[in-house]
Every structure is written in structure tokens, then in C-alpha cells.
């Protein structure tokens, strides 16, 4: 495959200009996470999937170039849906696997250091592509000029003498639907709890995980909401992603899948507690978590649809670890931890597409689940995977405990798992104190 080299040149990173794409982890509680951060201060190119096309958009004169090396390669054309787009037409009939594979190999026409790649994220209806239900956009993603890793700053440019050009802005939303795309739809919590009830004792599922949105008026700035994120609540995946006329921040406990050294880590998060005042209210919170039938129930449901899901594209899978507790500023979560080796001929969009989406934000069975959620509500931003997808590696985290804000309004959406075991106010309880921690920041 004849490559498109980009040359990696040093840059500041002064830190003063927001970026278009932050994801840091500034948590260690358990063993699967470490310190780490990433950021995009500068975008050649801006990415975003449809079931029948991927939308490439110059956002800079080097990335007007990029997207000019890559039209003879890719077969592109202008898109008629955004003026200075560029277009590369996805067969909709085809299995999600190959059309996300058309996506995964943009970054790989690239002869560039191994930290170029796609960051931003996919959209929950992704999973309603792989089912053949109505979808919209399944991913929003970046492909950086400029690259900011662990303080480091890089600059990949055709041209190494020519510093890029100016940023060109970009508004996203006239693509996505905004007011949908920020909203979604969905149906009153007693109506969801009687369905899920139902479907529930009828045996046609085992649990259910609907979700409910939340708006405020909000005049605060969607990064400056991510950086007091980062003060108030440590967290694996604090996330944050800039559409232009839309700002996507939060702060998720959650991990959807990792790629790293040639092993693909999950990590199934079900179980929650709100913490105590003090250490003493904290310690009889978590063993009242650790007691909790209904919470071992839906945390051993979940890593067995990560298992099974695990199946088709992977082997050698282990659960590394049963049952934790993790600790965030306003709940206790429990979690578990499982790991395999991607079988020979499967790809990472293979097991992105065999593991949409975890149970815990969905329910189990998760086919029959998503079917149920698809009647009921979208979701857009919200339950899909934050992060980044590059040469050898993939970060992403389940966007939860997050907000999308566009036109001087706050979005959050909450969810918790229905199954048999649980009561109306044990549930509610849990949305809320989900949901404080967000509310607590807009």
C-alpha cells in the first residue's frame, strides 16, 4: 500500500490554547489504570462516520493537502453535504465490521510516528448500524496537526517547512442533527422501569439499562467544565471534544475496550453506592455494595456478555479480575477485569464490533436489549466510546458521567441496570447520584 509521509516536527505546548480533543486519566485506584494524557490542539482533518459514508473535512492548509494526497488513493469525492468536504462512500449493506475497518485504515495510509491516529469518538447508535436499525452519525473523530502526549507536542505536516497554515473553524452540527444530536429522546422513568418489568418476567430479557436525560441552562465553557472535572473527580477517562458549535466534556468511571501490546482489555463496571461523609460512612458503603445481591448479580451478567461477546473474534480470554471496588468523588463502583488475544484474520474493528455495547449500559441479552432501547430512545453521544484509535494501540472509555453543550444548554443523560432484583427507589437513588457529580459542574 503506497503510504502519504508525514513528518513529525517539535512544537510547543504551552497549554494556552483549549483543544479540539482532550482525553486524560489522572487515576491509579486500581491496578488497570495509570497516568497518562493526550490532547489535540490542532485538527488537519476532522472525520465523521455515517452507515453509507465517511465525511473528511479540511481544517487547516495542511490539511487541505492531506485530504488532496489522499483523494487518488481512497477514490474521494467532493461531498455535496459539506462545502470543502471531501467523501468516501461506504456500501450500507455491507457488515459494520468492513465499513468501521475503511475507517480504522485512514490512519494507516500514513507513513507518520505511531501516535498518529483517530481521536474523538463513536456514537451509541453504532450498535443500531451492526443490528440494521436507523443510525445517523456513528463517529465524530480528529485526525491531529497538532498532537499533544504526556506534555510532548508534535506537529505532523506534509510539508516539514511549512508550519501548517491557520486553524480553520468548524461547526459540526449542521452534520449531526444539533438539537437531536444533543438531546436524543426517550420516555418518562415509570413508563421505561414497567417496560423493562415486563420484558423482564415475560424472560425476553434478563436486564434492562435505559437512560434519561437531564437539561440545564448553561453558560459555562465546555473545557473549563472539564478542567474542574479534573479537580473535583479523578476518574480513568476524563473526556473532552470540540464540534465547534457543540463541546462534549465529562469525567467516566468507565472503560469500553483498550488495545495494548497485542492484548484487548475490558473492563465491565456494574454496581454503584454513593460515597459516605466521612471514612467511616465510606467503609459501611462499600461493604454494603460488596453485599448487595442485586449488584453481584448485574456485575456477574455483565462480564458474562463480555465474555460471549469476546467469542467470535478473540481467544485466550481470562478474567484477570472477578470483583473490585472503585473508588470515584461521589460514588463506589464495583468492576471486573477480562482479557484475550485477538484471533488470527480478526481485526480491532472486528472486536469494537463484537463488543457493542457493554451490558451495563445496555442490558443482556445486549442484542435483544439494544432492539428493546431503539423503540424507546436515542442516544447519540451518550453510552457510545471516547478515546483514540491509532497504528498499534486503542484507548476508548464509554462516554457516561458526561454533557454535551451546545446553544447555552447542558445535556447529561443517566442510566442503571432493571433487572429482577431491583425496587423503583433503589434505582432512583442510583440516578441520582449518578447524575450529581455532572450537575455539580454546569
Known amino acids: 500500500m503506497s503510504k502519504i509521509r508525514l513528518h513529525s516536527v517539535p512544537a510547543p505546548a504551552d497549554g494556552r490554547q483549549a483543544p479540539l480533543f482532550a482525553l486524560q486519566c489522572n487515576y ?49 469525492s467532493p461531498d455535496p453535504a459539506a462545502p470543502g468536504a471531501f467523501r468516501l462512500p461506504l456500501d450500507p449493506d455491507a457488515p459494520l465490521a468492513e465499513r468501521l475497518q475503511q475507517l480504522l485504515d ?23 448500524a451492526k443490528l440494521g436499525l436507523g443510525s445517523g452519525v456513528l463517529g465524530v473523530f480528529h485526525l491531529p ?7 510532548v507536542a508534535v506537529d505532523y505536516l506534509l510539508d516539514p517547512a511549512d508550519a501548517g497554515g491557520e486553524a480553520w473553524p468548524l461547526a459540526l452540527g449542521p452534520l449531526l442533527n444539533a438539537d437531536d444530536f444533543a ?10 422501569y414497567d417496560i423493562a418489568s415486563q420484558r423482564i418476567a415475560d424472560g425476553a430479557l434478563r436486564s434492562l439499562n435505559p437512560s434519561f436525560a437531564i437539561q440545564r441552562s448553561c453558560s459555562r465553557d465546555g473545557y473549563r467544565i472539564h478542567r474542574d472535572l479534573l479537580q473535583r473527580n479523578p476518574a480513568p477517562y476524563n473526556l473532552y471534544f470540540d464540534g465547534g458549535d457543540f463541546q462534549l466534556a465529562g469525567s467516566s468511571p468507565a472503560m469500553f475496550l483498550r488495545l495494548r501490546d497485542g492484548r484487548l482489555s475490558t473492563s465491565p463496571i456494574c454496581g454503584t453506592v454513593a460515597r459516605g461523609r466521612d471514612e467511616a460512612e465510606d467503609r459501611l458503603q462499600v461493604e454494603k455494595l460488596l453485599a448487595s445481591d442485586k449488584d453481584r448479580f448485574e456485575l456477574e451478567e455483565c462480564v458474562r456478555a463480555d465474555i460471549l461477546a469476546k467469542e467470535a473474534s478473540c481467544e485466550d480470554i481470562r478474567v484477570d479480575v472477578a470483583r473490585e471496588v472503585e473508588r470515584f468523588a461521589n460514588v463506589f463502583h464495583a468492576s471486573a477485569s477480562v482479557s484475550a488475544r485477538l484471533k488470527p484474520g480478526k481485526t480491532l474493528a472486528d472486536a469494537i ?11 443482556t441479552p445486549v442484542d435483544a436489549a439494544a432492539r428493546l432501547l431503539a423503540e424507546h430512545e436515542t442516544r ?57 457529580l455532572i450537575l455539580g459542574v454546569l
Open 106 to 128: 485512514l490512519p494507516a495510509r500514513f507513513d507518520a510516528d505511531p501516535h498518529f491516529g483517530l481521536y474523538g469518538f463513536f456514537c451509541y447508535e453504532l450498535i443500531h
Open 353 to 363: 464490533c463484537d463488543h457493542l455495547w457493554p451490558a451495563t449500559v445496555v442490558g
Open 28 to 76: 491509579d485506584y486500581t491496578a488497570k489504570y495509570a497516568h497518562h494524557a493526550r490532547a489535540v490542539e490542532r485538527a488537519a482533518l476532522s472525520a465523521l462516520l455515517f452507515a453509507d459514508r465517511i465525511a473528511l473535512l479540511p481544517r487547516s492548509r495542511n490539511g487541505v493537502r492531506i485530504a488532496e494526497a489522499l483523494a487518488p488513493l481512497l477514490g474521494l
Open 145 to 151: 496537526e497538532r498532537l499533544i502526549v504526556d506534555g
Open 380 to 436: 447519540r453521544w451518550y453510552a457510545g466510546a471516547f478515546g483514540y484509535l491509532c497504528a498499534d494501540e486503542a484507548e476508548l472509555g464509554t462516554v457516561i458521567r458526561s454533557a454535551l453543550l451546545a446553544h447555552g444548554m447542558a445535556t447529561t443523560r443517566v442510566g442503571s441496570t432493571l433487572s429482577a432484583r431491583s425496587s423503583p427507589e433503589l434505582e432512583r437513588g442510583e440516578l441520582e447520584a449518578k447524575a450529581s
Open 183 to 192: 438531546a436524543g429522546r426517550g420516555q418518562p422513568y415509570p413508563r421505561m
